[in-house]
């Protein structure tokens, strides 16, 4: 079996959790590379509900090694409530199917009151993060003073770098009035959280390079989407990791030809969290999507989602970047009552037709959706199994979608459910 990466095409939410969860079956080893736990992955299995956040949706199935990697930003308490909620629900989590990077930077308790004090210092720019301290840890990273699991495992190490950190992160947080940090508090904070998580840490990198050389199936599992990406997202609305399929790379310690297909996934429609621009957005489709469906709350803050038309501006740059090989288009049961489906073609700024999105900020904000309008189906697909049980007119609006992203479709969900995935 091919070694495979899911990433997410538009602003994340797309599905990556239950498309994740499907291609498991075929893995060995299933590994997240980047993101922390403000990823939220939906898995619905064997009629229970389970939801992801750092931990890869692997661990649902038995005997897969599941291995986080030194690209992620570990919040080691929040780590510790996720296990204890999974194996509250059955799966079991032990030394053998969990390996967590030793390089892996730790989400402090201070980086969680940073990210608040950035917020609140933005006012009505805010990015509308999920507040779990993702952008301050990258950015320690960057800066090269944040902490790592390895030196959190040494107390004389943790304590030297806290005692080095604390001073400049007081003052920021002092001129908020956020609470204060001391090295003894952090540190006992974190104790049973870290000596929870000790037998799973380790240098993960021979691991996955073992498997890689015995020729075990490897599925890395993208965080976020593509479009929250730091380099390719609609920055600054955007979160601090590579969330494209190169950032597996440096994020799991793996060369890139370990990566022989990408699934890119979408929605049949749009949707995003948080602030930032969205050209095909429309309240009247989030309010059917929310009062109507009841559907499109984030799984790891419970906001409710902004949704709109699918945007292939988006999807054909997604496809380009990602090298997206098979597309797992989701939740097509959506858009089952619809009479007619309008999809995003080009955007139009200051008269022009552009097919690619902007770099320029204002941009943005003077692009309209230029769209074209595709008939309904009106039929239910949620029981639908193969490609040929779909409705002519959803078969036709799939095809149009793989036609204007360039990229042939793999995957096709009409439920939540493990079983309502079609392979295409
Ligand atoms: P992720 O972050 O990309 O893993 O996606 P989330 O789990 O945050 O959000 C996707 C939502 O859509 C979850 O509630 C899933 O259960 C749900 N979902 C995924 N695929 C389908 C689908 O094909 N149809 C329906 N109705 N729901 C889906
Ligand atoms: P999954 O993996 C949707 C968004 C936040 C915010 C921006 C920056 O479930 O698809 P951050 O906390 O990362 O600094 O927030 O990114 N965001 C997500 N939106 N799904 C996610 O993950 C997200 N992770 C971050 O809402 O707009
Ligand atoms: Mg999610």
């Given amino acids: 079996m091919p070694n495979s990466i899911v990433v997410g095409l538009q602003w994340g939410d797309e599905g990556k959790g239950k498309v994740v969860d499907f291609l498991t079956e075929t893995a060995d080893v299933v590994v997240r590379a980047q993101g922390g736990n403000n990823a939220g992955h939906t898995v619905i ?20 090694q599941c291995v986080i990697g030194n690209g992620v930003v570990l919040d080691p308490v929040g780590l510790v409530q996720e296990i204890e909620k999974l194996e509250a629900q059955g799966v079991v989590i032990g030394e053998k199917n969990l390996a967590i990077s030793n390089r892996a930077h730790v989400v402090m308790p201070y980086h969680k009151e940073l990210d608040e004090a950035r917020e609140i210092g933005l006012g009505d720019k805010k990015i509308g993060t999920t507040k779990r301290g993702i952008g301050p840890t990258y950015s320690d990273k960057a800066n090269r003073n944040g902490l790592r699991l390895i030196d959190l495992l040494d107390t004389a190490v943790a304590t030297e770098l806290l005692e080095a950190r604390l001073p400049e992160v007081n003052e920021t947080l002092a001129k908020v009035n956020l609470p204060q940090f001391t090295v003894e508090g952090i540190l006992s904070e974190l104790a049973p959280a ?12 021979p691991v996955l390079h073992q498997a890689y050389k015995a020729g ?4 890395f599992e993208g965080a976020q989407g593509f479009f929250l990406d730091i380099d390719f997202g609609t920055f600054p609305f955007v979160t601090s990791s590579s969330t494209s399929s190169g950032g597996a790379v440096s994020g799991s310690g793996l ?23 969205f050209i095909t957005e429309n309240d009247d489709f989030s309010d059917y999507m929310h009062n109507t469906l009841g559907r499109e709350f984030g799984a790891t803050t419970g906001r409710a989602r902004r949704c709109g038309w699918l945007d292939t501006v988006l999807l054909k740059f ?19 009552e619809r009479e007619t489906i309008d999809i995003c073609v080009a955007y139009d700024i200051d008269g022009e037709r552009h097919e690619y999105p902007p770099a320029e ?11 074209e309008t595709l008939p309904g189906w009106k039929t239910s697909t949620e029981e639908c199994t193969t490609w040929d049980s779909l409705p002519a007119n959803a078969q036709a609006y799939l095809n149009r979608l793989a036609e204007l992203s360039e990229t042939k479709i793999g995957f096709v969900g009409v439920g939540p459910d493990r079983e309502q995935t079609i392979r295409v």
């Fill in 318 to 336: 997604s496809c380009m970047i990602n090298g997206v090989t098979h597309l797992a288009v989701t939740n097509l049961d959506g858009m089952d």
């Fill in 255 to 277: 060369p890139p030809q370990a990566i022989n297909q990408v699934v890119g996934v979408c929605k049949a429609y749009t949707t995003r969290v948080g602030s930032g621009p």
């Fill in 194 to 205: 870290v000596e929870r998580l000790r037998p799973h840490v380790s240098d993960t990198i």
């Fill in 361 to 371: 900020r204002d941009a943005w904000n003077r692009a309209t959706p230029i769209y």
């Fill in 45 to 64: 299995a064997n009629g229970e509900k389970y939801i992801l956040h750092l931990i890869p949706s692997g661990i649902l199935w038995e005997d897969k």
């Fill in 216 to 219: 075990e199936t490897i599925l």
